[in-house]
């Protein structure tokens, strides 16, 4: 047993030093074990709670899950303080200077009127600072393991700003439409190596599309699956009260109760609107 004093409250110094101690000769086997490999599964998990606290409004779920986003913080920075590459107090370093250097507006004399400014400033403060002299570059400095529609979107976002062939709803659209079109074409001739380059061409301009409308892609997808679930949970339980399998219903019962069911949903969330 490690003496260590109990407290009401603690603060990040206490949390370094927790984790300090698991990792110590006399702490946890499994924590002495982990690598920054073998955990960071848990680093994307622990992210995504927090988003889905965000999503659900919930301060007392959003307290503990970024609690553990910070745990994972702080337990792979530690890793690296062992083998004496850089500290908590260097990562926080960095990160204060990243943002003191990136708001000229507000820590010195750059004057700005605009929030698009302000965005205008950080992208060429950052290409600046990351050495970034191509356009090329930016987009390959998007994470390559971030959700392949997110990422899509946010290429699509950095080439817009120099590119000028997706700026209107009309050519995105005209994009989205000739990708239809090859990868019908590709289905017809039942050919599969077109087919799966049509529809992640398909998938790709449809995040473009939705960086020119201004919407989100992952999460309107998210939106509509959650929405996909809620409606498929709605017919099962129409069929099971009629004593029937989802199985048995025709092509035509099924697409007259989903329209049904689409068409209830959508009015009863006017009503709450």
């Known amino acids: 047993m490690i003496p260590y004093e109990m407290k009401e409250h603690y603060t990040i ?3 370094v030093q927790i984790v300090s101690l698991l990792r110590s000769n006399e702490g946890c086997p499994w924590d002495k074990e982990q690598t ?3 955990i960071r599964t848990d680093l994307i998990e622990e992210t995504y709670e927090v988003i889905e606290a965000i999503d659900q409004e919930n301060p007392a779920m959003l307290q503990e899950e970024l609690g553990d986003l910070l745990l994972q913080v702080v337990f792979h920075t530690q890793i690296e303080h062992e083998k004496q590459h850089f500290s908590l107090d260097d990562v926080c370093t960095d990160i204060c200077k990243k943002m003191i ?3 000229p507006h507000v ?3 750059t004057k700005v009127d605009s929030t698009e400014e302000v965005l205008k400033n950080w992208d060429a403060i950052k290409q ?3 050495h ?3 356009y090329t570059e930016t987009l390959e400095a998007v994470s390559k393991t971030l959700p392949a529609l997110m990422r899509a979107q946010k290429v699509c976002k950095r080439a817009v700003k120099d590119n000028h062939r997706f700026l209107s709803n009309e050519s995105a659209l005209a994009n989205v439409t000739e990708c239809k079109h090859t990868l019908e074409h590709a289905m017809h001739m039942e050919d599969k190596f077109q087919i799966e380059r049509a529809m992640g061409e398909l998938l790709f301009c449809c995040a473009g599309m939705a960086q020119v409308l201004g919407v989100e892609a992952e999460q309107v997808l998210t939106d509509t699956t959650n929405r996909f679930i809620t409606c498929f949970h709605a017919m099962e339980q129409a069929c099971m009260k009629q004593n029937r399998s989802m199985d048995s219903l025709s092509h035509g019962e099924w697409n007259a109760l989903w329209e049904h069911i689409n068409h209830t949903m959508e009015e009863s969330q006017k009503d709450e609107t």
């Open 13 to 15: 110094a206490d949390l």
């Open 36 to 38: 920054h490999k073998s």
């Open 101 to 103: 250097i990136r708001h």
């Open 107 to 109: 820590f010195s004399t």
């Open 128 to 130: 600046k600072t990351k």
């Open 132 to 134: 970034q002299s191509t």
